[in-house]
């Protein structure tokens, strides 16, 4: 399996805006309606001020987006994790998880195979298929899994590893659990309203797999 790292955005850049298709609905999901999904305190969608606006959705303090995949074995590793984490930290972070694998290369990605993955996993959280490629280069994403968190107005305050854990495979990897420390203190920040370590270690996976 291939190893690349993630190339680690600047911090404080602006969550690209996108909307893609959920693999298990099979709507258009776009960057704020995965994180304005429902309003609960009573006031109406106008009165309510959009991501960046310096207001959020009640409970709502950040957005997660994880670039993954089906058969990557970086992503197998983690994926029982992730799913936990959308059960964990719902309704206090958004979450969105999007696959931009060339599927003509690995039809083993593509949306069916995605959507069973959603469904085999529990996933909480929308699972969107980046057909073009288009929002993985405008997010700068290089590997799966990916993940970039943003605060209440969209601006990213944590990009690098889940954990410490690697998948074994002959002499690499290790033994460490997968426990999604580093990416859950860094949900926890933002929750809290701090600001997360900026010391922050590289995620490593399989590359995405580019369209030629």
């Avoid at 993630?6 to 999901?29: I, Q, W």
């Avoid at 960057?31 to 207001?55: C, H, I, K, L």
């Avoid at 990009?159 to 949900?187: C, E, F, H, W, Y």
């Amino acid at each position: 399996m291939s190893k690349t790292q993630s190339t680690m955005v600047a911090l404080g850049s602006t969550a690209p805006a996108f909307e893609l298709m959920d693999v298990v609905s099979g709507k258009a999901r776009g960057r704020d309606d995965v994180f304005a999904t429902s309003w609960d305190d009573g006031q109406s969608d106008a009165e309510n001020q959009t991501p960046g606006g310096g207001t959020s959705p009640k409970g709502r303090h950040g957005l997660l987006v994880m670039f993954i995949c089906v058969h990557c074995p970086y992503v197998k590793h983690v994926e029982e994790e992730l799913a936990r984490i959308g059960r964990d930290y719902e309704g206090r972070i958004a979450i969105a998880a999007i696959s931009s694998n060339d599927v003509e290369a690995y039809p083993q990605d593509g949306p069916e195979e995605m959507k069973k993955q959603a469904q085999r996993l529990g996933f909480s959280f929308p699972y969107l298929f980046d057909e073009t490629q288009e929002v993985a280069r405008a997010y700068d994403a290089a590997c799966t899994p990916d993940f970039f968190l943003f605060d209440a107005q969209m601006t990213l305050v944590y990009r690098g590893q889940l954990d410490d854990s690697r998948p074994r495979r002959g002499d690499a990897g290790n033994d460490i659990p997968v426990t999604g420390k580093d990416l859950r203190a860094a949900m926890d920040a933002v929750i809290a309203g701090e600001r997360p370590d900026p010391n922050q270690r590289t995620s490593i996976g399989c590359n995405i797999k580019w369209k030629e």
